[in-house]
């Protein structure tokens, strides 16, 4: 199947521990992205990358880091996790167009619990 | 700067039409529109990209007002599977981040 996948589906940890989240995408898009979507369901841009460019939304604190081994691979880095950042947290990829003229193809979605 | 929408919640009854409208205070260069059922991943309904454009997808379409900075998604003869969370999602210029408004809660009933 074609699509953007994410992994795990729901990740429950302490305070304090570091975690990562996957994510994959077969569509042969160039751009990847991820999306915090908090409890009031506002969608909130965390990055943006293509293998040229990585773009942060300065309101990210820098304990959240993407990496991309490849193109089709981008993942989140969380350091010392806090109770607010539990969060929903979508992967989704697009092909690059000026102005975002291509419509995102999410992932499902990684529900992430902070106790 | 995020884009606001209006109305926040609305009710409908099957048949029923519905407006859901996004404005910004910044100039567009595309507005997009997504619809996220519970527990679910947002999905990709359509994208506008000229200003005064008008799209439609099945019984939704969707028109984009360049000067005014408004786009506005139209849904008529509601049908039970519009329920859902509709985002629309602006981008500035050139830049490649999708910045969503806050989402307006449809729900459709028998």
């Given at each position: 199947d074609t699509a953007v996948s994410q992994t795990p589906k729901y990740l429950v940890t302490q305070m304090g521990n570091d975690k990562s989240i996957k994510?994959?995408?077969?569509?042969?898009?160039?751009?990847?992205?991820?999306?915090?979507?908090?409890?009031?369901?506002?969608l909130k841009i965390m990055f943006s990358y293509n293998n040229k460019e990585l773009i942060i939304n300065e309101t990210v604190p820098n304990r959240f880091s993407p990496k991309s081994p490849d193109k089709a691979h981008l993942n989140l880095h969380i350091n010392s996790l806090e109770l607010g950042d539990s969060a929903v947290y979508f992967c989704a990829s697009s092909h690059l167009g000026q102005g975002n003229s291509y419509g995102y193809t999410f992932g499902s979605g990684t529900r992430l619990t902070v106790v | 700067q995020q884009p606001v929408q209006s109305p926040q919640a609305v009710i409908l009854r099957e048949g029923e039409d519905a407006v859901i409208n996004c404005s910004s205070s910044k100039a567009l260069y595309s507005v997009h529109w997504y619809r996220q059922k519970h527990g679910e991943a947002p999905v990709f309904l359509m994208i506008l990209l000229k200003g005064g454009e008008q799209k439609g997808h099945e019984k939704i379409s969707a028109s984009f007002n360049e000067k005014k900075q408004q786009s506005s998604l139209y849904l008529t003869a509601s049908q039970l599977?519009?329920?859902?969370?509709?985002?629309?999602?602006?981008?500035?210029g050139g830049g490649n981040m999708l910045t969503f408004g806050g989402g307006t809660r449809l729900m459709v009933k028998p």
């Open positions: 994510c994959e995408q077969n569509l042969g898009h160039d751009t990847m992205y991820w999306y915090k979507q908090d409890s009031k369901k506002f | 599977s519009y329920s859902g969370t509709y985002f629309c999602g602006t981008a500035k």
